[in-house]
């Protein structure tokens, strides 16, 4: 492989050849060390420019139109270096070997620095792409929000659950759902208005009944008896106050 491309360059056109191949087969091809080849397959993977398929990586689309962009690059290098290889060769058959051996050394710092160049380049295009994609995620984020009020409005996943609980997993629509009285605040607990109109219907309750509750109904009755919203009556019953 040319020493023109980078790493990540070499590694995306060998998929786009034989995709499929793993990370033997790659370090195998370009003799790139397995080490190299895995550290940037799995930086590949992470950014979404090459996925896994059976025991080896395919580019995706994005890794494509990566692929597709560096090698748009590189001829501009290459025209560039073959034009300075020709100016060294004829230093060369003028001036000698001492000469020859110095011009060899600018070129190998000539393409060092083409190649460092490149990788930079490469760097800001994946940083960009990585924003891009993170406004894409906030617009779309953003378009299920304003659509939500058109759907269903979430239910709790338990008919009860605490203050802060119940706010976490609603997040913006708590107070949507508060407000539109799909849900009531019982003291430090949050309860889902139809479980709560049923609970209700159940009183005046005898005290021997209580053992017979659900888990969640006598969280919600111990809570309205500290909020004075039951009374013991006549030592036998829980009643209702009424409001």
């Known amino acids: 492989m040319s020493s023109k491309r980078t790493y990540t360059h070499i590694i995306l056109e060998y998929l786009n050849m034989y995709p499929g191949s793993g990370i033997k087969d790659i370090?195998?091809?370009?003799?790139?060390?397995?080490?190299?080849?895995?550290?940037?397959?799995?930086?590949?993977?992470?950014?979404?420019?090459?996925?896994?398929?059976?025991?080896?990586?395919?580019?995706?689309?994005?890794?494509?139109?990566?692929?597709?962009?560096?090698?748009?690059?590189?001829p501009e290098h290459r025209e560039t270096t073959d034009k300075a290889q020709q100016t060294i060769t004829k230093r060369e058959e003028a001036t000698g070997d001492h000469v020859k051996s110095r011009e060899e050394h600018s070129n190998e710092t000539s393409l060092k620095l083409m190649s460092d160049e490149i990788q930079q380049r490469l760097d800001y295009i994946e940083k960009r792409l990585s924003r891009i994609e993170k406004e894409i995620e906030e617009l779309r984020r953003a378009l299920n929000y304003l659509s939500e009020p058109k759907r269903e409005s979430k239910t709790l996943p338990s008919p009860v659950l605490s203050f802060n609980d119940a706010q976490t997993l609603l997040g913006s629509l708590f107070e949507r759902m508060l407000y539109e009285g799909k849900i009531v605040r019982i003291g430090k607990l949050v309860v889902e208005k139809s479980f709560y109109e049923q609970f209700k219907r159940k009183f005046p309750l005898k005290i021997s009944d209580v053992e017979n509750l659900s888990d969640a109904e006598k969280i919600l009755l111990e809570e309205m008896r500290k909020e004075a919203l039951v009374i013991l009556y006549a030592g036998r019953e829980l009643r209702l106050v009424e409001s």
């Open 27 to 74: 370090s195998d091809s370009t003799g790139l060390s397995p080490l190299i080849v895995r550290k940037i397959l799995y930086k590949l993977k992470n950014d979404n420019y090459v996925e896994k398929s059976g025991n080896g990586y395919v580019l995706t689309e994005r890794g494509s139109r990566l692929l597709e962009y560096i090698s748009s690059k590189i």
